[in-house]
């Protein structure tokens, strides 16, 4: 049974719409993490927590929200959707920050 | 530049066969994982070294700290071997730690 789930697996959305990306790890994990993988840019850190608290962003655009509303969730809002936002993003999570993180399966977002 | 430069960008091996996957860091690193993404995307931790090497079955890691590479080696491929192969270097930049990815290796095996 996979341990980080990860919601929708896929998600179509239109330009200028608004989305929320759902995270869940059931590993006892204090950290988690967000990145995304497209097909212009190789796999990318977007965002660190740990015990529910922000700890590094890498995003430039804060259309990027992340959302930890229980030590296990870290979801992520997208607004105003563009095309090229199109990507997978994975969350992740490790016991600590020091430790290695493992994924999830990732949500396959499309925007037209 | 790139931080992570992996190499080759692409392989293709006949199954039973063997080859290395090489990542070089431009960058001050605390350790490297390696990892393969499957065909439905998956994302499968292979290895996580802070130095020295690690085998598991068919693969064997290797990170030198020093000279700032790390490589997979892969031996008696087999087709379920088949994927993208990332290296990632752990980055502990103001106190918070992130990864940084190659581009990737595809890997094809042929039967």
């Known amino acids: 049974d996979p341990k980080i789930i990860q919601k929708p697996k896929y998600l179509v959305a239109v330009t200028g719409s608004e989305k929320i990306l759902i995270c869940e790890q059931y590993?006892?994990?204090?950290?988690m993490y967000w990145y995304r993988q497209s097909a212009k840019k190789p796999l990318e850190f977007m965002f660190s927590?740990?015990?529910?608290?922000?700890?590094d962003n890498q995003t430039a655009s804060s259309r990027f929200q992340p959302q930890s509303s229980k030590k296990n969730h870290l979801d992520l809002q997208i607004t105003a959707l563009k095309p090229d936002d199109s990507a997978t993003y994975f969350c992740a999570s490790s016991q600590d920050l020091s430790q290695a993180p493992l994924f999830g399966e990732g949500t396959r977002l499309s925007v037209l | 530049g790139d931080q992570v430069e992996q190499s080759p960008s692409a392989l293709s091996l006949h199954e039973g066969t063997g080859s290395a996957l090489r990542c070089n860091f431009t960058?001050?690193?605390?350790?490297v994982q390696w990892f393969q993404q499957n065909s439905r995307g998956s994302l499968i931790n292979l290895f996580y070294l802070a130095s020295g090497t690690k085998e598991n079955g068919r693969l064997k890691s290797t990170f030198n700290s020093k000279e700032s590479y790390s490589t997979l080696h892969i031996r008696d491929a087999q087709l379920e071997d088949s994927g993208t192969y990332f290296c990632?270097?752990?980055?502990?930049?103001?106190?918070?730690?992130?990864?940084?990815f190659g581009k990737g290796t595809q890997l094809i095996i042929q039967p």
């Open positions: 960058t001050t690193m605390r350790a």
């Open positions: 990632a270097a752990e980055v502990n930049t103001e106190g918070a730690d992130r990864l940084t």
């Open positions: 927590y740990s015990y529910q608290k922000l700890m």
């Open positions: 590993l006892g994990h204090n950290a």
